[in-house]
């Protein structure tokens, strides 16, 4: 027998009465404003093409690392999911059987945020009345597919029905942006702006490195067999972009090692680099130079920094070597950032015109490190609670690590990061029933008035990261 899926309107608040209509209160203030989201993994292909989705298998399952590594850690393997590795070995291609064998797993995602997001989608997107499991496994891939054939579940009328007000995408260093420039030839008015990642031409440790460096020299005609060239290049990237619409970079750093080299040095190490395969601890002192530079950079363009350090990714080699990157094997490392960082904040640190946003997936760092930093470098702040604690507990244990050393206003609001679309909502929902959840505490407590906290409640949920990200 199918049960029912109801999304609770009180979900992730405090379970106390008195403080739980604190929190409900506090959410009428922030539930229906618009959604900034400054940093993500959509794809621009979607907005600019505004082609139908094909399935529930390709749009909720196959791009999702969370989903994939779940299952995986369950014993199930990829090829059962439909995932081809690059050997040829045989996978499974009926995508209702897949759908299945997910629905019949779903218990797995019981009390993850998974659960919560996917539920969302059913409930809140697709209007799905039952709980998925076996037994409803069926009607769900039908409604889904059904649904998806429809102009209401087109990207563009999606974009309009979730209330994005601004989506940020983020693209390599090399991209040539057609599909942002198709964007603003459209004439559509949703706004979809790019993000400059420029890891593939930064990081030596990647296999393609030199290559990536050598295309970077053609895009532009600098010579990028020099230095000085590279950093050229780099800059009219940077400006490339900005015409596009990106206001920030990002940074995937295993580390937050900044350096600050002489010239000479600089110029040395990157003809080693490029020179040497593998390039060994090269590398790290060479990432650790570039995000000086990028600083550097920020500072004379106005480009807010983002830097996400800690992960290691690809932990899982022949699932690497097999089925590419973003599949689920990547693992968090231990991250330090106050030893990491001084370089780069001797040179920049005290600077009102620059920004740098920092991220951890080590929360040790949260009340050690990173809020002593945000809290008195004007340049720092501090992004939200990512990737694996983008969940309840993880952004309760945020804010109560960092607030009463950081304060809010060195915080950023909120960020989806996301390739999964149609989870956006779910995401920022989640978001604000956290930070309405902890704001209710404090009023609770008679830390903060009721009416400051609904104040914050806004400039977290919109005023902060538009703010923040210069849009
Ligand atoms: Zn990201």
Do not use: E, P, Q
């Given at each position: 027998m199918s049960r029912p899926l109801r999304l609770d309107p009180e979900r992730f608040f405090p379970a106390d009465a008195a403080t739980r209509s604190i929190a409900a209160r506090l959410f009428t203030g922030v539930e229906h404003l618009p959604i900034v989201s400054p940093h993500g993994h959509t794809d621009p292909r979607w907005f600019a093409g505004n082609e139908s989705f094909d399935d529930a298998v390709s749009l909720l399952l196959w791009p999702d690392h969370y989903v994939l590594r779940m299952l995986m850690s369950a014993g199930l393997t990829l090829e059962s999911l439909g995932v081809a590795p690059n050997d040829g070995a045989a996978v499974e291609t009926d995508r209702r059987k897949i759908w299945r064998r997910f629905a019949e797993h779903y218990?797995?995602?019981?009390?993850t945020p998974t659960r919560l997001w996917l539920d969302h989608v059913f409930?809140?997107?697709?209007?799905?009345p039952v709980r998925l499991d076996v037994g409803t496994a069926d009607l769900y891939y039908d409604a889904i597919n059904g649904a998806l054939a429809t102009p209401p579940f087109r990207p563009r009328a999606l974009f309009d029905r979730f209330a994005i007000e601004v989506l940020a995408t983020t693209e390599g260093a090399l991209d040539p942006l057609d599909q942002h420039r198709l964007i603003a030839a459209s004439g559509w008015q949703g706004k979809v702006i790019t993000t400059f990642r420029p890891d593939d031409v930064t990081d030596p440790d990647r296999a393609d490195f030199a290559a990536n460096v050598r295309r970077l020299g053609e895009l532009t005609g600098e010579d990028c067999t020099h230095w000085d060239g590279y950093l050229a290049a780099l800059r009219q990237r940077r400006a490339f972009f900005r015409e596009h619409g990106a206001t920030a970079t990002d940074h995937g750093h295993p580390t937050a090692l900044t350096a600050d080299l002489p010239l000479r040095e600089a110029r040395e190490l990157f003809a080693k680099v490029l020179d040497r395969r593998p390039p060994g601890a090269d590398a790290e002192l060479f990432r650790a130079q570039m995000l000086t530079e990028m600083a550097r950079m920020s500072c004379a363009d106005g480009m807010v920094m983002q830097l996400h350090a800690g992960a290691w990714r690809n932990h899982n080699d022949s699932l690497y070597r097999r089925f590419g990157r973003d599949r689920g094997g990547d693992v968090p490392l231990q991250t330090n950032f106050t030893r990491a960082l001084k370089p780069l904040l001797d040179l920049?640190?005290?600077?009102?015109?620059f920004t740098l946003i920092l991220f951890t997936l080590d929360e040790s760092t949260y009340s050690r490190e990173l809020a002593p930093l945000v809290g008195h470098y004007p340049c720092l702040r501090l992004g939200p609670a990512w990737w694996f604690h983008d969940a309840p507990d993880a952004m309760l244990r945020y804010r109560r690590s960092i607030t009463e050393t950081a304060g809010i206003y060195n915080t950023v609001g909120f960020n989806d990061d996301t390739r999964a679309f149609f989870s956006i909502p779910a995401r920022h929902d989640l978001a604000r029933r956290i930070d309405c959840a902890y704001l209710s505490e404090l009023v609770a407590t008679r830390r903060l008035d009721e009416d400051e906290a609904a104040e914050v409640a806004v400039d977290l949920a919109y005023r902060l990261p538009k703010a923040a990200y210069r849009l």
């Open positions: 218990h797995l995602f019981r009390a409930a809140g997107v697709f209007g799905l920049f640190g005290s600077r009102n015109d």
